[in-house]
């Protein structure tokens, strides 16, 4: 029975806004693979290699759904799951089988890989031995929950990979397959299967179990997708470079009087550096920050000389305004020049600059909505979302 076009919070209002709930928290949704992916970060190889992986959750997928259908009581209740499991099959029609369209995508990425010798990922077998543990040992309303879920970020999730894929030229938009057919249907899906436990939810014991389902559906499938970007990733770092990632390693400064340079820096801010000769390396989180005599770099470069400092800006960034004006005040004890206290930029934020002693110039910053990982890398709004895995 098809529900189409039925807005999906109508018909299992609960159990979609709490697994909304759990797909936003844990950000399935925009998982590492898809801005890895989005961003250009992965390979075409790496990519492909990692969606002829996912080839064997797709053909698995409606195995475990079949399972759940034969443990449903209600016949009618059976039926929307039993629904699905005939979708995933094509609505019977083995050109439309959902394995078939998902290779006929791998065939569009160019060079297909030969499915049957390829060694299987664990990440893939404990996907999919989770799902069928949860399909065929667990509590139903957890068997069901979780497949539900999946389906459901999967519909978002497919839209992305299909953006991306067409975004980077990789396949045509109208050769798009599979991924443009589950953006639209596989909310659906998640439906079908909300709907069966959604009048258990307002019971306490139910309620705690289709809860649980949710919770192990976005866990197992935000892992593989982890498996995925950790393994892409590798590949693409082990492809002979043929592109640049999007990151700075050094910024060298060409500095006149490198010891006094380093004594600013080292002794007036307090950033370890090690030296050799005049040059100095300051150890600065992420990008290094690097002093090298003008007349050295200039040859380094082979340039015959460098313009004058403060052609660049350096930036620091505050986790609050009095931090901005603490931080200039500590600079200029330090030994830099005040160049602009801080003040409303115009951009909305609070800065101020100054310049180190040979007149390098520093802006230190406080802005609205940026945020601070672990180590004080800099994320948030315009500037990015945070790296790594959810
Ligand atoms: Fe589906």
Same mark, same amino acid.
């Given at each position: 029975?098809?529900?189409?076009?039925?807005?999906?919070?109508?018909?299992?209002?609960?159990?979609?806004?709490?697994?909304?709930?759990?797909?936003?928290?844990?950000?399935?949704?925009?998982?590492?693979?898809?801005?890895?992916?989005?961003?250009?970060?992965?390979?075409?190889?790496?990519?492909?290699?990692?969606?002829?992986?996912?080839?064997?959750?797709?053909?698995?997928?409606?195995?475990?759904?079949?399972?759940?259908?034969?443990?449903?009581?209600?016949?009618?209740?059976?039926?929307?799951?039993?629904?699905?499991?005939?979708?995933?099959?094509?609505?019977?029609?083995?050109?439309?089988?959902?394995?078939?369209?998902?290779?006929?995508?791998?065939?569009?990425?160019?060079?297909?890989?030969?499915?049957?010798?390829?060694?299987?990922?664990?990440?893939?077998?404990?996907?999919?031995?989770?799902?069928?543990?949860?399909?065929?040992?667990?509590?139903?309303?957890?068997?069901?929950?979780?497949?539900?879920?999946?389906?459901?970020?999967?519909?978002?999730?497919?839209?992305?990979?299909?953006?991306?894929?067409?975004?980077?030229?990789?396949?045509?938009?109208?050769?798009?397959?599979?991924?443009?057919?589950?953006?639209?249907?596989?909310?659906?899906?998640?439906?079908?299967?909300?709907?069966?436990?959604?009048?258990?939810?307002?019971?306490?014991?139910?309620?705690?179990?289709?809860?649980?389902?949710?919770?192990?559906?976005?866990?197992?499938?935000?892992?593989?997708?982890?498996?995925?970007?950790?393994?892409? @990733? =590798? /590949?693409? !770092?082990?492809?002979?470079?043929?592109?640049?990632? %999007?990151?700075?390693?050094?910024? &060298? #400064? *060409?500095?006149?009087?490198?010891?006094?340079?380093?004594?600013?820096?080292?002794?007036?801010?307090?950033?370890?550096?090690?030296?050799?000769?005049?040059?100095?390396?300051?150890?600065?989180?992420?990008?290094?920050?690097?002093?090298?005599? @003008? =007349? /050295?770099? !200039?040859?380094?470069?082979?340039?015959?000389?460098? %313009?004058?400092?403060?052609?660049? &800006? #350096? *930036?620091?960034?505050?986790?609050?305004?009095?931090?901005?004006?603490?931080?200039?005040?500590?600079?200029?004890?330090?030994?830099?020049?005040?160049?602009?206290?801080?003040?409303?930029?115009?951009?909305?934020?609070?800065?101020?600059?100054?310049?180190?002693?040979?007149?390098?110039?520093?802006?230190?910053?406080?802005?609205?909505?940026?945020?601070?990982?672990?180590?004080?890398?800099?994320?948030?709004?315009?500037?990015?979302?945070?790296?790594?895995?959810?």
């Amino acid at each position: 029975m098809k529900v189409q076009g039925a807005e999906p919070s109508e018909r299992a209002p609960q159990v979609w806004a709490k697994a909304d709930e759990v797909l936003e928290r844990t950000g399935l949704r925009d998982n590492a693979y898809l801005r890895a992916l989005a961003a250009g970060e992965l390979s075409l190889p790496a990519f492909r290699a990692s969606q002829a992986q996912f080839y064997f959750a797709v053909e698995f997928f409606s195995r475990p759904m079949a399972a759940l259908v034969a443990r449903i009581p209600d016949p009618r209740a059976r039926l929307d799951i039993l629904h699905n499991v005939v979708e995933e099959h094509g609505d019977f029609e083995r050109g439309r089988f959902h394995e078939t369209t998902f290779r006929a995508f791998l065939e569009s990425l160019g060079d297909p890989p030969a499915l049957d010798e390829l060694v299987l990922w664990p990440e893939l077998r404990a996907f999919n031995a989770v799902i069928a543990a949860a399909c065929i040992h667990d509590e139903l309303d957890v068997g069901i929950a979780c497949m539900g879920i999946v389906e459901h970020a999967f519909a978002t999730i497919s839209a992305k990979i299909g953006r991306a894929v067409v975004d980077h030229g990789w396949v045509a938009e109208d050769q798009l397959v599979h991924y443009k057919l589950h953006a639209e249907i596989d909310e659906r899906h998640a439906e079908e299967f909300y709907r069966v436990i959604e009048p258990g939810y307002a019971d306490e014991s139910r309620r705690y179990a289709i809860e649980q389902g949710l919770e192990l559906g976005a866990y197992c499938f935000g892992q593989l997708y982890a498996g995925l970007w950790r393994r892409a @990733r =590798a /590949a693409t !770092a082990a492809e002979p470079a043929t592109r640049f990632e %999007p990151r700075i390693s050094i910024l &060298t #400064l *060409a500095v006149d009087d490198p010891a006094a340079e380093l004594a600013f820096y080292r002794e007036g801010l307090g950033w370890p550096a090690s030296t050799q000769g005049d040059w100095a390396m300051l150890h600065t989180r992420g990008v290094r920050l690097a002093l090298f005599p @003008r =007349a /050295a770099l !200039a040859k380094d470069a082979g340039r015959a000389d460098l %313009p004058p400092a403060g052609a660049v &800006t #350096l *930036a620091y960034n505050a986790r609050s305004e009095d931090e901005v004006d603490a931080l200039l005040a500590r600079a200029v004890e330090a030994g830099g020049a005040l160049v602009k206290p801080a003040q409303t930029a115009d951009w909305g934020g609070y800065s101020g600059y100054f310049a180190d002693p040979e007149g390098h110039l520093w802006e230190v910053a406080w802005g609205e909505g940026w945020q601070f990982g672990p180590t004080g890398e800099l994320w948030g709004g315009p500037l990015g979302p945070p790296p790594g895995p959810r």
